[in-house]
């Protein structure tokens, strides 16, 4: 089974500043992996697909980038809105495997 | 809109029995591969299952596989998940989300059903 492993696993930032997320894969992916969004209670929502391609109804302040084993998530210009837990999903191969999160609190 | 409502959960002893069920709306239900994913209280997202367009084929994880069987309803427009011989560590909430690895991934999901496994 293909490991997905994010850092970090918590983080703390203002409003309007810029975090950057990884995920890790245990072997190559290409680019065959996803970002999802989780707020408290609510169903996950997906960010970005192909590691860098954006979903219809995000905003571009989300940008994601990667190829192969190592893949990042960028958030600029962080809003109070983007308090939530982030997930990798990797989808190469069966077992599908998500990371298993980075919770981001805004300040 | 595309919508997914799952239904089903409840409290169920170990070894017990449960069917969870998955309706569609909004979509061709019948074009589209479906998938299982949970997530156990305060904890990530685990994917459980994928049937594909047609039922076949069907994927598990290894933590189910062999107690957990998804099947579809094209005429109901509705996806299923049997689930058998529960164990506690089964305590999670149940997603429906439309998608798979062919897919790429999940691009709608529903709001969930608990399932509770405990004496």
């Known amino acids: 089974d293909i490991q997905m492993t994010q850092s970090p696993s918590s983080l703390s930032a203002s409003v309007g500043d810029r975090v950057t997320f990884t995920c890790q894969a245990s072997?190559?992916?290409?680019?065959?992996l996803g970002w999802y969004q989780q707020k408290p209670g609510k169903a996950p929502k997906r960010l970005i697909n192909?590691?860098?391609a954006f979903q219809s109804g995000v905003p571009s302040r989300f940008s994601g980038s990667g190829f192969g084993t190592e893949f990042t998530l960028t958030i600029n210009s962080l809003q109070p809105e983007d308090s939530a837990t982030y997930y990798c999903l990797q989808y190469n191969s069966y077992p599908l495997t998500f990371g298993q999160g980075t919770r981001l609190e805004i300040k | 809109e595309v919508q997914l409502l799952e239904s089903g959960g409840g409290l169920v002893q170990p070894g017990g029995s449960l069917r969870l069920s998955c309706a569609a709306s909004?979509?061709?239900?019948?074009?589209?591969?479906m998938s299982w994913v949970r997530q156990a209280p305060g904890k990530g997202l685990e994917w459980v299952s994928v049937i594909g367009v047609g039922g076949v084929p069907t994927f598990y994880a290894d933590s189910v596989r062999g107690r957990f069987t998804i099947s579809r309803d094209d005429s109901k427009d509705t996806l299923f998940l049997l689930m058998e011989t529960l164990r506690v560590e089964d305590t999670a909430l149940y997603f429906c989300?439309?998608?798979?690895?062919?897919?790429?991934?999940?691009?709608?999901w529903g709001q969930g059903t608990l399932v509770t496994v405990s004496s």
């Open positions: 072997q190559g992916i290409r680019n065959s």
């Open positions: 909004g979509f061709t239900f019948s074009g589209h591969s």
């Open positions: 989300a439309r998608g798979s690895q062919a897919a790429g991934g999940f691009d709608y």
């Open positions: 192909a590691a860098s």
